[in-house]
């Protein structure tokens, strides 16, 4: 039985209150992973081999960035915090690998934002089941934007002191947290993504993706930074 992106599968264990059911992503059978000399890694000093690998095109997160940067422009005050869904897809090669890519990063719809925040409304979720219907993908998890230069009052003193820890963008917010573990962020393979607004508006050519991209995944029970890999030259990143 097949339910967005996942399928429920049977325990082979019974307990007493019945059979118990668990939800497992689809993995499709599909082609190698990307080759190494093609990839250079966002975070190398995060690499986990218990984490799945997952591809990114370099491509698609440049156009990410300078997409926030053309917006940040053109809100000088009135910015607001924006989200994405990162589409893709898992994959079991023949080599018995699983790995996962992103295909897509496409705009959250009907959310309410502000400087400091953002909230999913019940409009948000039937228009993303929609895209991934039509795209044939699953949910990878997803990107939102953080500035330090709008963080305000709306943040709480924790949030305020993580981000001044930072000294970016590139933090977890409370909110954050909580969205990424109840409202559907919360699969093995789902990732929780952070764009440094501010970092996006310097528009250096010579940019680091580093300095921009911040990755988190689930290890154990808790969300901790990982590392995802970049396809593409290793100087497009720089």
């Not at 093609?38 to 370099?58: G, T």
């Not at 496409?106 to 934002?113: K, L, S």
């Not at 500035?147 to 943040?155: A, N, V």
């Not at 993706?209 to 970049?230: A, E, P």
Request: net charge negative; glycine share 8%.
């Amino acid at each position: 039985m097949k339910c967005c992106d996942f399928e429920l599968a049977a325990e082979t264990d019974r307990t007493e209150a019945g059979e118990l059911f668990i939800m497992v992503p689809r993995i499709a059978p599909g082609p190698l992973k990307p080759c190494p000399e093609r990839c250079y890694p966002l975070l190398p000093e995060m690499e986990d081999p218990s984490d799945i690998n997952v591809y990114c095109q370099a491509e698609i997160l440049h156009d990410l960035i300078l997409d926030e940067e053309s917006y940040r422009r053109d809100h000088p005050e009135d910015w607001v915090e924006r989200c994405w869904f990162l589409l893709g897809n898992l994959v079991r090669d023949a080599e018995a690998e699983v790995w996962g890519s992103i295909v897509e990063i496409a705009p959250a719809r009907h959310v309410e934002a502000t400087a400091w925040s953002f909230e999913f409304t019940a409009e948000t979720w039937p228009c993303h089941r929609e895209e991934l219907r039509k795209s044939g993908t699953i949910l990878m998890g997803w990107v939102h934007t953080h500035s330090l230069h709008f963080l305000s009052g709306g943040k709480s003193p924790e949030d305020g002191e993580q981000a001044e820890g930072t000294r970016s963008g590139l933090f977890l917010s409370s909110f954050d947290v909580r969205a990424a573990s109840k409202l559907g962020f919360s699969a093995p393979h789902h990732l929780t993504c952070v764009l440094d607004s501010d970092e996006c508006l310097r528009g250096s050519t010579d940019r680091d993706l580093q300095k921009v991209l911040g990755v988190w995944g689930w290890s154990g029970v808790g969300l901790t930074k990982r590392n995802i890999h970049i396809v593409g030259d290793a100087s497009e990143g720089r």
